[in-house]
Structures are given as C-alpha cells and as structure tokens.
C-alpha cells in the first residue's frame, strides 16, 4: 500500500472518529419536558410521550421529515465541516493538513464551476479512443490500478 495512501487514510479515520467526540453539555435522552402531560397515555401515547418535542421542533421547510435523528446527523455534519476547516488552516501534522485541504477543494465550488469539464478532458479522450474489448479491458485495468474504478463502478458518472 503506498505510504501517502496509507498515511492519509489513517487522518482520514482519525478525523472520522473525533466527530464522535460527545459535546461539553450532558444530554437527556428521556426528557419529561418533551413529554405532554395533558394527554392521557392511554387516549393518545405518542402526543403524550412526544407532544411537547413535536411542537418545541417543527419540520424546517427545507426537510420533509424531522427527528432526533435528523438533528444528531445535522449536528455531527456541523462538526464535521468545522473540523475538516480547522485542520487545514492548522499546523497539524502533513497529513491531517492534507485531509483538510482535500475536503476544502471539494468544498471550492467557484473553482470547480469554472474549471468546468476541463479535469475530465484526458480520461473522456482516453475512453473515447476505446474501439475493440481488448482496449475496454485494458480501460478497466488502468481505471482499477490507478483508483478511478472502484468496486466495479466508475467514479467518472456515466461510465461502467
């Protein structure tokens, strides 16, 4: 495996599981504040095991549905983001910079918006010039080899 792959991979995780990292503030799980203690848990459960929560949170517009999960998942891609943009601004080590400045050129869409197709251009020529099984096959190898097919998909959309 080659060392910058490897070295990579391993901030890459790293950085994946510090966003586990719980917040300072102790969360309860089961809070009576959410509950609606007007409603009988026999007429209506789930209005009086959630009803407050219901109306403290609604659905914001840009959601169709909304949760605890949802806000969890809202939160850990918050800290994510935070994270990736702390550490290429960081002196960290190499390869926690690097992790952070791969997530950031993604992240640059005036650039990849100008740049346009233009990257794509030597692989879209390379494949254009594919005429018998054989140069496919061969596509397929160099794609496998050099971490364009994965899986046996592609990762340029609409090929394989």
Same mark, same amino acid.
């Given at each position: 495996?080659?060392?910058?792959?490897?070295?990579?991979?391993?901030?890459?995780v790293?950085?994946f599981?510090?966003?586990?990292i719980?917040?300072?503030?102790?969360?309860k799980?089961?809070?009576?504040?959410n509950?609606?203690?007007?409603?009988?848990?026999?007429?209506?459960?789930?209005i009086?095991?959630?009803?407050?929560?219901?109306r403290k949170?609604?659905?914001?517009a840009?959601?169709?549905?909304?949760?605890?999960?949802g806000i *969890?998942?809202?939160?850990?891609?918050?800290?994510?983001h935070?994270?990736?943009?702390?550490?290429? $601004? +960081? &002196?960290? /080590?190499?390869?926690?910079r690097?992790?952070?400045?791969?997530?950031?050129?993604?992240?640059?869409?005036?650039?990849?918006?100008?740049s346009?197709?233009?990257?794509?251009?030597?692989?879209?020529?390379?494949i254009?010039?594919l005429?018998?099984v054989d140069? *496919?096959?061969?596509?397929?190898?160099?794609e496998?080899?050099?971490?364009?097919?994965?899986?046996? $998909? +592609? &990762?340029? /959309?609409?090929f394989?």
């Amino acid at each position: 495996m080659n060392i910058n792959f490897k070295n990579t991979f391993i901030a890459a995780v790293a950085i994946f599981l510090l966003s586990f990292i719980p917040p300072d503030k102790k969360r309860k799980f089961i809070d009576p504040a959410n509950m609606d203690m007007s409603v009988k848990p026999g007429d209506n459960f789930f209005i009086y095991a959630n009803g407050n929560w219901i109306r403290k949170n609604p659905v914001p517009a840009s959601k169709t549905r909304w949760g605890s999960f949802g806000i *969890i998942d809202e939160d850990n891609t918050n800290r994510l983001h935070q994270l990736m943009e702390d550490e290429a $601004r +960081s &002196s960290a /080590p190499d390869k926690f910079r690097q992790v952070g400045n791969y997530y950031l050129s993604g992240m640059d869409s005036v650039t990849i918006e100008k740049s346009g197709y233009q990257p794509l251009l030597p692989h879209l020529e390379r494949i254009n010039k594919l005429k018998t099984v054989d140069d *496919i096959l061969n596509e397929m190898a160099y794609e496998r080899v050099n971490g364009i097919l994965r899986r046996g $998909r +592609s &990762s340029l /959309p609409g090929f394989l």
